[in-house]
């Protein structure tokens, strides 16, 4: 079958699953900072170039930076998630230094990096030059508590705001608080040095602000009243936290960014996709890349919105959907996994209707190992071939057991970038 023939589309003979990945490979691609970073470099520096940096990408933006400046008088560090530190390239970095450490709950290793990414920016001159290099996953990896917090504060911090089903905005403003690297504070040790932040985004809107919680980036919420955040989280943190946090707000301070380059956007790994589609003769409909809400919501929604359309037409989308356990023990599974299960349930094996959803990191939270799932139109009658009661998995938050168990579980592994989730409905063939 020739998946290139727009004919073939219209036919409804699509191999579906296939397309599926096709299309989630598009959206990695399209973030990958060994394909797109060198372009966004700035102008090479008279003096020194010292490289810092968090994330899920940071090692192949730091590769990216090597390969690119091989002539620049350059040092320094970054710091990525256990299992994110070689991209799939041959090359390895020798003059920065990749470090590892957990993530989405920081340890002893976060501390040690942000440490390092301060000692490292310190007494330096006009001439010398900071690359910043910002990805998502940077907040927890890079991770120092304010004076008079311990680790283990930020820790049950970060744990409580993971169950909070708060949005990232919420979450960014609170990690800006409780740290003494973030929101601006790593700049202004690296002042008076020239520096230049090289984000790939993961946020909705791409606020850089709240990229890895803005470590070049002047906190907005430095003036902000968190009271009402923290009481939120009262309960599920430490009393110590809980006082920083209700405390006067500090002044607003820091310097402004003085150079901000967005490497990678989820519109842009949205677009990438959509090219795919298209190629197919396939109509695609964009519904954003800012998506939030509760994730069985809006898979409920997406399945809704799916049974008013005819194909072939594909709805894409991108954002960060939330997941509220209300204190309950959850299963194996993340947004994304939730997301499907939700929708397949909604959904009711539509015929025709397919759906991908995950997360372009390669890792949907507590899935197994797994970037999400797919959806066919038999995923409920294949569950309950099996003996599985997808309601029951989907209440207790198991959804990549569901998945993993019809083998529908998405793998991809580390995909050492990060822009945020992706989500594709597609709609095939005779529906009625």
Not at 139 to 166: C, F, I, T, Y
Not at 207 to 212: F, T, Y
Request: aromatic residues 4%.
């Amino acid at each position: 079958m020739n998946l290139l023939d727009p004919a073939v589309a219209r036919t409804g003979s699509v191999d579906a699953r296939d397309l599926l990945k096709r299309m989630f490979e598009a959206a990695v691609g399209a973030a990958d900072p060994l394909r797109v970073l060198a372009e966004h470099l700035p102008e090479k520096p008279r003096g020194r170039c010292i490289v810092v940096g968090a994330g899920k990408a940071a090692a192949a933006m730091a590769i990216a930076v090597e390969r690119a400046w091989p002539d620049v008088d350059l040092t320094g560090s970054v710091v990525v998630p256990y299992g994110y530190h070689q991209p799939k390239t041959n090359f390895r970095t020798q003059r920065i230094e990749i470090l590892q450490a957990a993530h989405p709950v920081p340890d002893a290793n976060s501390e040690i990096a942000a440490r390092r990414m301060l000692e490292l920016v310190r007494d330096l001159e006009h001439d010398d030059l900071v690359l910043s290099l910002i990805s998502g996953g940077g907040s927890a990896v890079m991770s120092l508590p304010v004076e008079g917090l311990s680790l283990q504060d930020k820790q049950g911090v970060n744990r409580a705001l993971l169950a909070s089903g708060l949005d990232i905005r919420a979450m960014n403003a609170v990690r800006r608080r409780l740290s003494a690297i973030k929101g601006g504070k790593l700049a202004r040790a690296a002042a008076p040095a020239r520096i230049v932040t090289l984000a790939i985004s993961d946020i909705p809107g791409d606020d850089v602000s709240a990229i890895a919680s803005g470590p070049t980036i002047p906190d907005p919420d430095a003036g902000r009243d968190l009271t009402s955040l923290a009481k939120a989280l009262k309960g599920h943190i430490s009393d110590a936290a809980y006082r920083v946090l209700t405390a006067h707000p500090p002044a607003i301070g820091g310097t402004e960014p003085s150079d901000v380059r967005l490497v990678a956007t989820p519109r842009q790994s949205l677009n990438a996709a959509a090219d795919i589609a298209r190629n197919l003769g396939i109509e695609v409909v964009q519904l954003g890349d800012d998506l939030e809400g509760e994730s069985q919501d809006l898979g409920r929604e997406m399945a809704a919105r799916a049974a008013q359309l005819s194909g072939p037409c594909v709805l894409i989308s991108g954002g960060e959907t939330t997941v509220t356990l209300s204190g309950q023990k959850a299963g194996v599974g993340g947004r994304n996994t939730e997301f499907a299960l939700a929708f397949a349930l909604a959904a009711q094996g539509m015929r025709g209707v397919w759906a991908l959803a995950a997360d372009t990191d390669g890792e949907d939270g507590a899935s197994g190992g797994g970037a999400g799932a797919i959806v066919s139109p038999d995923t409920l009658s294949q569950a309950e071939k099996l003996g599985i009661d997808a309601v029951s998995y989907l209440a207790g938050h198991d959804s990549g057991s569901f998945f993993a168990a019809l083998g529908d579980l998405l793998v991809s592994g580390p995909t050492c970038t990060n822009v945020n989730d992706f989500r594709a409905i597609l709609l095939l063939g005779d529906r009625r």
